[in-house]
Nanobody, 125 residues
Framework: QVQLVESGGGSVQAGGSLRLSCAVS????????MGWFRQVPGKEREGVAVMYTGAGGIDYADSVKGRFTISRDSAKNTLYLQMNSLKPEDTAMYYCAAGTWQLCASRRDYDSNYWGQGTQVTVSS
């Protein structure tokens, strides 16, 4: 049973920082990519940052480049998203995702095989 459990969300003022964590259990053999998505009500889920679990690089949405950093601790089976210089438009439910290489190639939600339950991030001006 694959489980992705996010934590670390909360409320912060604009310019502040948060670090999200995603603990992974039952790690699926087919996983080659992990990432973070976010969604606001009435909008599609947006790929924020993805990274290959082996070699292959990292990709970010233009809206977060230079402010967000995705990383992974394989020994702890945990994915992180360090979010700095937060803006009100970063307010969303943030989800951890895992999938094959296609997830990293597309950064689209339909290419994710597994999802966490989400953690809310609220940035006030």
């Amino acid at each position: 049973q694959v489980q992705l459990v996010e934590s670390g969300g909360g409320s912060v003022q604009a310019g502040g920082s948060l670090r999200l964590s995603c603990a992974v259990s039952g790690y699926p053999y087919s996983t080659r990519c992990m990432g973070w998505f976010r969604q606001v009500p009435g909008k599609e889920r947006e790929g924020v940052a993805v990274m290959y679990t082996g070699a292959g690089g990292i990709d970010y949405a233009d809206s977060v480049k230079g402010r967000f950093t995705i990383s992974r601790d394989s020994a702890k089976n945990t994915l992180y998203l360090q979010m700095n210089s937060l803006k009100p438009e970063d307010t969303a439910m943030y989800y951890c995702a895992a999938g094959t290489w296609q997830l990293c190639a597309s950064r689209r939600d339909y290419d994710s095989n597994y999802w966490g339950q989400g953690t809310q991030v609220t940035v006030s001006s």
